[in-house]
C-alpha cells in the first residue's frame, strides 16, 4: 500500500512549475493525467483511505482524482510567483533533489533524483506557460519503488481561478 501511494502523489506532484514574470499568483487549478492515476478506480475504498492517511503524515492531501486525473487547487504566493525555477517545490514535495534546472522564455526544466528509503530514482520534468494563466507539462521518471521497478510518465496542465487564495494553505 505504501507503494502505490508513493507511486500516486508522485505522479501528481512531478510536473507543476512556477517561472517568474510567466504566472499570476494566487489560486491554480492544476490537472496531472497519467495512466497509474488511471488505476485508483481500482482500488478499495478502505485501501484509499489508508492511502490518504499516509499521505497526511508527510503532509500531502490527495487530491480529487477521476478517469485517470488528479484535480487540485493551489495558492501560489508572490513570492512564489516570482521564483525563475520552481525547485523548492520539488525537493520539498516529493522528497527528490533538483541536480539541472533551467528556464529559456516561458518554457523550464528540470532533471530530478530521488534516494530515500521508500524509492530511488531519476527523473525529467519540463513545461511551457502559454499565458501568465495557464500552463502545460510533463514528468518521465524511472524509478525503483521499494524494489519494485516503475516508470512513470504524467502529462499536466495549469489555469489561474482567481487572486484570492483565503481558503487553501499555500505550498511550502
Given at each position: 500500500?505504501?507503494?502505490?501511494?508513493t507511486?500516486?502523489?508522485f505522479s501528481m506532484v512531478g510536473t507543476s512549475g512556477w517561472c517568474e514574470d510567466t504566472i499570476r499568483p494566487g489560486l491554480w487549478?492544476?490537472?496531472?493525467?497519467?495512466?497509474?492515476?488511471?488505476l485508483v478506480a481500482h482500488v478499495p475504498s478502505e485501501q484509499m483511505q489508508q492511502i490518504t492517511s499516509l499521505a497526511r503524515?508527510?503532509?500531502?492531501?490527495?487530491?480529487?482524482i477521476q478517469e485517470g486525473a488528479a484535480i487540485s487547487k493551489v495558492c501560489i504566493t508572490p513570492?512564489?510567483?516570482e521564483q525563475a525555477i520552481p525547485s523548492h517545490f520539488y525537493e520539498n514535495q516529493s522528497g527528490c533533489s533538483v541536480v539541472n534546472a533551467s528556464r529559456s522564455g516561458n518554457r523550464y526544466q528540470v532533471e530530478l533524483v530521488c534516494d530515500?528509503?521508500?524509492?530511488?530514482?531519476n527523473g525529467h520534468a519540463e513545461g511551457v506557460f502559454s499565458t501568465p494563466e495557464r500552463f502545460t507539462g510533463k514528468t518521465e521518471f524511472n524509478s525503483t519503488v521499494q524494489g519494485t521497478p516503475l516508470y512513470v510518465y504524467a502529462e499536466t496542465s495549469g489555469q489561474w481561478i482567481g487572486a484570492q487564495c483565503e481558503a487553501m494553505q499555500p505550498l511550502h
Open positions: 500500500m505504501r507503494k502505490l501511494a507511486i500516486i502523489l487549478e492544476v490537472t496531472t493525467r497519467s495512466d497509474l492515476l488511471g503524515q508527510y503532509g500531502l492531501k490527495i487530491p480529487h513570492e512564489m510567483a530515500n528509503p521508500r524509492f530511488k530514482g
